[in-house]
């Protein structure tokens, strides 16, 4: 198992470089083998997650060479075979090779994806929009076979504007015949990503980023050159440890646009910020406010952030609350705040923090990767030393964490036992 240690309260100055966007890293890789040539994604992270998913390729006889921050897949010589348990359980995103090898192949054959266990994550939504196009799904235990003699477009409406549904169902249907049109489409800008490498690579799609997103099917798509969007969970989860331990901590390459609820709150609470058009200083205030958030879907909170923001509402003054509205088991952070010293109850899906509170340093656990990013920032602004034991959740999405903040000031030291 891997340790994080972190000796507490130093202050952090200087640059921190934000890397390409896990989320969006996760669907573009699987979406490249929708064409037989190859395909060149840059701005991609350093992440065990990215790993994972070439771990698949690889199953799959696809080739990839990663360079510095970008890999080449090419699929010339790719097979369709069943994705075993091992490599489909490592991580969520394995979920979008169904999306892809159906778009390809007509058939796609896994077994039930891994992840965070932050809820039950059923993918209901996925299976009724590939059903839609005309698939058939057979589930035994846990894996799935899916299959059409014909994918032809549909009218879809999501019952809920699902990121990774909405995903799925666009790698489904950019080579479907026909039209679809996805209703109540999810609206993260990961999703706008995903869709401008697919219209890079010839297909049709229109009204990524609203609700309504249209997909006009194509017969071939070919090779492209593609760029990774910054990670806005990254940046936002290292703006939250500048407005906890910062004097003028630069977050550079970012979009600010993609964090516009997190500015609002951070400004709610009296964080300093200063917002340039690709970067953002953040120091620490003398005091911060109480505020509540709910999260949402994208322009909403993000629930990726949720647990890291807690930790910041543990200093701010007074009673804040925290509403959680997309996973039913986000909060599994509270526990071991509470063994640092903060005062945070949760009840029905909303945790409320009495704050001020001194955090001091103790052993914590990484129980998820946004509670392992909580755990980091609980541990920069304790007293004394935090060890964090499973950071291999930590991981999966954050390229170089201890690097990065060690750069700017921090003493984090990652260790094997
Ligand atoms: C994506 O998960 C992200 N993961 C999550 O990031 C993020 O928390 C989430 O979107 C919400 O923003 C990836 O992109 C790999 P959803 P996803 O489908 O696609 C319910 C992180 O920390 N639902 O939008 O799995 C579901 O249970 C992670 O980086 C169904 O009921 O999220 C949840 O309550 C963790 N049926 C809600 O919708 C379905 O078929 C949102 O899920 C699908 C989803």
Not at 151 to 169: H, R, W
Not at 200 to 215: E, Y
Not at 269 to 284: A, C, F, Q, T
Not at 372 to 380: D, E, K, Q
Request: net charge negative; proline share 3%; aromatic share 6%.
């Amino acid at each position: 198992m891997k340790i994080i240690e972190i000796e507490g309260q130093k202050e952090l100055t200087g640059t921190i470089r934000v890397s390409g966007a896990k989320n969006a890293t996760v669907a573009l890789i699987p979406a490249a083998i929708l064409t037989d040539e190859t395909a060149t994604i840059c701005n991609v992270p350093e992440i065990t997650d990215t790993d994972a998913l070439c771990d698949i390729l690889e199953e799959l006889n696809v080739t990839t060479k990663r360079a510095s921050e970008s890999i080449i897949i090419d699929p010339t010589d790719m097979v369709n075979k069943e994705i075993s348990e091992e490599h489909s359980r490592k991580l969520r995103a394995s979920y979008y090779f169904m999306g892809a090898l159906l778009g390809k192949y007509k058939r796609a054959e896994m077994h039930f994806p891994g992840g965070c266990s932050i809820g039950a994550r059923p993918i209901d939504l996925h299976l009724k929009g590939f059903e839609a196009l005309g698939a058939k799904v057979t589930n035994d235990k846990n894996k799935y076979i899916v299959e059409a003699e014909e994918l032809k477009g549909a009218n879809i409406y999501l019952d809920f504007a699902s990121v990774g549904a909405t995903i799925n169902i666009m790698l489904a249907a950019v080579k479907a015949t026909g039209t679809t049109i996805i209703d109540n489409a999810a609206k993260e800008p990961e999703i706008v990503n995903i869709a401008t490498f697919l219209n890079n690579m010839g297909a049709r799609i229109t009204g990524a980023g609203t609700s309504t997103i249209k997909i006009k099917g194509v017969e071939e798509l070919h090779s492209c050159f593609h760029e990774v969007i910054p990670d806005r969970i990254e940046a936002g989860s290292y703006i939250i440890m500048g407005a906890l331990c910062g004097k003028k901590l630069k977050i550079d390459n970012i979009i600010p646009e993609h964090l516009d609820s997190l500015i609002s709150k951070l400004e709610e609470m009296g964080v300093e910020l200063n917002i340039g058009r690709d970067y953002m200083e953040v120091s620490k205030p003398e005091k911060y406010n109480a505020t509540n958030i709910k999260t949402a879907v994208y322009p909403g909170f993000p629930t990726d952030l949720q647990q890291p923001f807690t930790v910041l509402l543990t200093q701010s003054e007074g009673k804040s609350k925290v509403l959680e509205t997309i996973w039913e088991n986000r909060f599994m952070h509270v526990p071991y705040l509470n063994n640092l010293g903060a005062d945070i109850t949760v009840k029905n899906q909303t945790a409320t923090i009495i704050g001020p509170r001194q955090l001091k340093g103790r052993t914590v656990v990484a129980t998820d990767l946004r509670a392992g990013a909580a755990m980091v920032a609980a541990g920069l602004a304790a007293k004394g030393k935090t060890t964090i034991t499973n950071v291999e959740h930590i991981l999966r999405g954050y390229e170089q964490i201890v690097e990065k903040l060690n750069n700017v000031g921090a003493k984090l030291t990652l260790k094997e036992i």
